[in-house]
């Protein structure tokens, strides 16, 4: 395959462009504008047209293709459909962060897969199935059209589209490193968050790596077999040996385990899921992210305000860690956590 110059990091680009006679310096330059502009450096002094003309003839730029968009007139966040190197649509969401007037920015949630293998069943990407999975240049892409449309400056990444992370780590991680790299996109490894319903082998390996990004982990039940019977992942990784895991990985890098429960109205909100959470986490510090469930067929409800209140007084009590309640934005426009699905048709809303 033709390498592309927006698919590889910094150290990689160096020594791949070495043997054409392309010194550090101006590889860095080659990966800032292949990254930022989707072209090759400009023309100048200091270039020798020669040794450009070997690097346009044995690489490439491959760019995403928008097929669609859509903005919430509710909220402003929006959507984005594209296609890269299959035919598969997959979906990107700008997030925008406008409650500190003095520093307005948008947070950009990638897709990793176009589908996903896990099938939770509250999640519409879990409902279409694996399609495949996405190359780095196409989760770097991503971020570049979603910030070239954004009125403001994009302060972080959220691996939480559609896919499962952890089962393409690979291309995952050398997207976040082209991401934040001077010469990628310069967004800050700590703004970078990586999500996972619980894959076991991609926790290990990211705390061994010493990675700076962020793990937020979907847990939405503490009960195993309750667990099971949302997120099927549980009969691969079992919650046993996910917190196994997970005392490693704060063992390890000495973070607090940020936990997502998506809240399904009499399945996960009750006391006693509380009360269960916290004897599975004793020890282990966590924050808790309460995230509504999203599901247009109406199976699945989030609580009402006061079973949402109880539980959060319940989860303070039993389990003693901070708790978050994250807006999750966009569902008028089927943006919104658990919503993406490849959408044929995204440009309702604008």
């Not at 160096?14 to 101006?26: M, R, S």
């Not at 190197?85 to 897709?111: N, Y």
Request: hydrophobic letters at 40%.
């Amino acid at each position: 395959m033709t390498p592309a110059l927006n698919g590889h990091t910094t150290e990689e680009l160096i020594a791949l462009l070495a043997p054409l006679g392309v010194k550090p310096g101006l590889a860095r330059r080659i990966q800032m504008a292949a990254v930022r502009r989707g072209a090759l450096p400009d023309p100048a002094p200091d270039i020798s047209p020669r040794t450009m003309a070997r690097v346009r003839e044995a690489t490439a730029i491959p760019r995403l293709q928008r097929v669609g968009r859509a903005v919430s007139p509710a909220d402003g966040f929006a959507k984005y459909a594209f296609r890269g190197a299959g035919p598969d649509v997959f979906e990107t969401v700008l997030i925008p962060l406008l409650h500190r007037p003095e520093d307005p920015k948008s947070i950009v949630c990638v897709s990793s897969q176009a589908g996903c293998a896990l099938g939770c069943v509250f999640c519409a990407t879990g409902r279409m199935g694996f399609r495949r999975n996405l190359e780095a240049w196409e989760i770097v892409d991503q971020v570049v059209h979603v910030a070239a449309d954004s009125p403001h400056r994009i302060g972080g990444v959220v691996f939480m589209g559609m896919g499962e992370p952890m089962l393409n780590l690979d291309a995952v991680l050398r997207a976040a490193r082209i991401l934040s790299e001077p010469c990628g996109l310069a967004v800050s490894g700590k703004s970078i968050t990586i999500c996972t319903a619980g894959i076991v082998p991609g926790i290990r390996r990211i705390a061994a790596e010493g990675s700076p990004y962020r793990l937020v982990v979907s847990l939405n039940h503490a009960d195993p077999a309750r667990r099971r019977a949302l997120m099927p992942v549980e009969g691969a990784h079992p919650t046993a040996e996910l917190m196994t895991a997970l005392r490693e990985y704060h063992a390890a890098t000495g973070r607090r385990i940020t936990l997502a429960w998506t809240m399904i109205d009499g399945e996960n909100v009750a006391d006693e899921d509380a009360r269960r959470l916290g004897e599975l986490v004793r020890g282990l510090p966590v924050k808790i992210d309460l995230i509504d469930v999203n599901d247009p067929s109406g199976r699945f409800r989030p609580p009402d305000r006061t079973g949402l209140d109880a539980f959060r007084d319940a989860l303070r009590r039993h389990v003693g860690a901070p708790v978050a309640r994250r807006y999750s934005g966009g569902a008028d426009i089927r943006a919104a956590c658990g919503m993406l699905a490849g959408d044929p048709d995204p440009d309702r809303g604008g």
